[in-house]
Structure formats: C-alpha cells, structure tokens
C-alpha cells in the first residue's frame, strides 16, 4: 500500500494500537539480531536492552528500553512519515543502527548509573543540568564527537555520553585516530573505553523495562498523530530581496526567451525541501521542522513574485538557494533570528552556544 493510499484509507483514522504494529517479522528485526552481535563483540553480555516500536526514539531514565519509532516497521508509514515530516530518524539500516548504537549509550548510562561517578561529571557535566527545547550548537567544535546530525552531542551531557558511547561501539571506526588531535572528545572516548571494561563482568543496578509511548497503547490515529506535529510558522519577512538577488539575473536568459527554456523558481524549491531539512540539520544544527518552514516561505514568495530560471541554469541556482537557507539557518542557530540585527538586541547577540537540549531522551531526573 503506497502512502497517499494508506492516508486516504480507514487505517490512516485508526487508533495506531489497532493497527498491530510489531517488530517481529519486519525489516527491523534483523537490524535487531546485528545489533546484538555488535553488543557482542565489545563484551556487552550482561545488559540486553528491550526493543519496543514507540512513538519515537528514546529510552526512559531509569529503565532498559529502547523505544523505536513505530513508523520504522513498514515501508508504507516510512514512506507516509517523510511525506508528512520531510525528515525520518532512520532512513536506511545503517542509519537504524547508528540511532540504536546512540540509544544504547542511554541504557548503560541508566542501567550502571554512570552519571553519578564524578569522572563522568567531570568529562560531561552534570545530568541535572536543564533540557530545553532549542540548543545552540557549535558546528565543528571539538570538545564532542560526531555521530548523529545536528551535532546531537552538544544537547546535554545524557546525549554527549550516548554519542560518546556511540562512536565508540561503532564497528570498524578507528576512533583513536579519528579524534587524536581532539582532546576533549578523545578522552571522553578513553573514558568509555575504560569504563566498559571495568562493566563487562559486572551486572547492571537498573534492570527496569518501563516503556514510554509503547504502540500497542497509542490512542490516537495515524491522521491525530501528523496533526499534532510542528505546523509551518509565519512566512520570514525580508526574503524578496534575497530572492530577487538570486534569479534576477538569471531570467529571462535573453529578450524574447521562449516560456518553454524557462522553469518556476518556487517548485525547484519545493522539490529541494526534503533533502536540505536533512543536510542543513546535520550540518548547522537547524531543526528540520524549521527549514522546512523557510523554504515554503521561500517557494511562496517566489511564486509570488513570479521568479523564473532558465532550465540550462539549475545547477547554479541550486547552489544559490542552499547557500541562502544555508547561511539564515546559521543566523538562527547562533543569533536567535533569521535577520537578528532587525528582531534581536544586545542581549541575543551576546547569548552564547550552550550545549543545552531538545533529545530522544526524556528530562533528566528530579
């Protein structure tokens, strides 16, 4: 069943628990079975986390549970969710398995209680510490290692411990070499070196398998479940200027050019949506949600002001519009703002990076 079927079908209002979703039977269970082998082989033989389908990836604190997005099990409602969201946390198996790898750091750090021996405090600060919403990464900064996009390891020091534990379990990654001129992050990689030697004859203190949003208790449809996701905020203002800037130029190509040898600017916008959600998010820490919002904004008023380009021009218009969402996702990372010298003061501008959260993983404990 394709997505726009499975939407226009009675399961897209029914209850998610009614629709017998499971891990069993499907692409992910033998995603599962390597997985585990891959606990294996780093000497995890005395903690086995519970695999549960959920509303989305996290492990609550306190517990073994690893929660994974129900919409993971079937090609259809991955193929419905990227339709909806534009973004999908896990994409391909060796994407499940990366996000597997980080929500197991979660589960040992629960299960042995890692967070509060002082050398982790010292290495990742203190789980206490506030998770917010909206963080403020430093693209490249080489006190955090990289694993999940948006430079994930700067959220909060759970999600730094569970990116740390990630590289660090990852087959075939020589991460000495990888972070030898990293110092930061290359001892919270020795740090986890040391410590899962010192776990792997001991059992765990946390054995719980609570579960946090399982499907098989998930009241609401398909339909109230897309509903309630991130809308499109208000268009940014004082983008016709930066539109104009990037296709002026380039339409018509010469008097009197054909209709035919020209192409709207507002659907090559469009059709660049889902692959810059996922590349700006990676790469500046952007959320997906909110580059999805811009670049509507941006195919409207192009629409609006009837931008064209000539067809033999689209590489290089694609180049201009990646770099324009590029350079105001940046903006709004680190200054609060799309155009902060219009809507932000002095206090915004001198608002630091802090490596504060929005996560897969519920709030730190009280």
Known sequence: MAASSFRESNLFGTPIRDLKLAIENTRLAPLIEEFLRELQAKGITLLTPKFHLSAEWGVPFGSIAIGIPFYLAQPELTELHGEEVGHIEGFSPPDILRYLRHEMGHVVNYAYQLYDQEQWVVLFGSITQPYVEDYRPQPFSRRYVRHLPGWYAQKHPDEDWAETFAVWMTPDLNWRSEYAKWPSALAKLEYCERTMAELRERNPLVTSEELDEDVGELEYSLKEFYQQQPSDEEPSPGLDGDLRSIFDDLAPAAEGAAAAETRPAGALIRRLERPLMAQVFRWTGHFPERTRSLMRSLAQRAEA???????????????????????LAMNYVHRGSYFPEREAGPAAKELPPAPEAKASTPPSPA
Do not use: F
């Not at 064209?308 to 350079?327: H, M």
């Open 305 to 327: 002001l009837s931008q064209v380009y000539p067809k033999d021009a689209e590489n290089e218009v694609i180049v201009g519009v990646t770099i324009l969402v590029t350079s």
